[in-house]
Nanobody, 111 residues
């Protein structure tokens, strides 16, 4: 069983930054890829970023250059640094590992 707990969301002005965290417990953390997804109101959940066990990263075009995914295997935590936030980034952000999901953390951007 894997448990994922996101934190770090909040309300920021456009252009601001947040650091989202996802703490994992349960099965081995370091051996799997981890991902961040988001779901905006009235829209389907979409993939945002991914980091492999070897620290290879990939990003959706919409966030490339603004968001950075990283992981700390010693803390069983994956991070998403979100910079230059735009109103279109408003969503609930979810952490993913294999078939497991966290409960999400809300990011709201005021224009």
């Amino acid at each position: 069983q894997v448990q994922l707990v996101e934190s770090g969301g909040g309300l920021v002005q456009a252009g601001g930054s947040l650091r989202l965290s996802c703490a994992a417990s349960g099965r081995s953390f370091s051996g799997n890829a981890m991902g961040w997804y988001r779901q905006a109101p009235g829209k389907q959940r979409e993939w945002v970023a991914r980091i492999t066990s070897g620290d290879t990263t990939n990003y959706a075009d919409s966030v490339k250059g603004r968001f950075t995914i990283s992981r700390d295997n010693a803390k069983n935590t994956v991070y998403l640094q979100v910079n230059s936030l735009k109103p279109e980034d408003i969503a609930v952000y979810y952490c993913n590992k294999m078939a497991y999901w966290g409960q999400g953390t809300q990011v709201t951007v005021s224009s």
